[in-house]
């Protein structure tokens, strides 16, 4: 389809999921990645140690580090644009994923040290939310962990100067810490 996520054996099929699909459709496609981060992510995949060393990770050292969080991504694609093979579409399946080793290895990417990308990281800190929430209902994470995760989704709110997603982020932080903590 045209949000290069939802694939169909047959176009009665795509209409029957229509309803259920409608939703996720309209914000893929208006998901657009930052050139600059496509342009990192690309060269991460073809392994051009090279370009982050001239440009930003200032050595081998600084690229391995970044390469180590790439590689948790898992296969990528290798083209611009929003071709089914594109970096954009490798992240949309990362971001409306639920895996959170590949949504805090693209968090680590997105952030200032990196790639410096505050639109993506946003986007990457609300998608983990939902993961957190199942993984602490799983017993597998602290509800501390989830509240972390809160604050840093009101942190990306704050760079994006969103400020209604920021105060409420703050506001569940603190109810969930001060309940935690009892005090």
Known sequence: GKCFISC???????????????KHCKLNRAFVLNSTTEEHLMCLSLDFVKHFRDNFAGSDEGYKRYKEHFDKLGTFGVEKGRGIHSVTVGVLEIVRGRD????????????????NDWALLLEVRQALQPVLAEKHAAGEITEEEVLDGMLQLGNAHTWMNQRNGCVACFRRAKEGFVRLLGE
């Open 100 to 115: 959170l080793v590949k949504l805090r290895a693209l968090e680590k990417l997105c952030e200032g040290e990196c790639f």
């Open 8 to 22: 169909y054996c047959s176009k009665e099929c795509q209409v029957a999921h229509w309803k259920a699909h409608k």
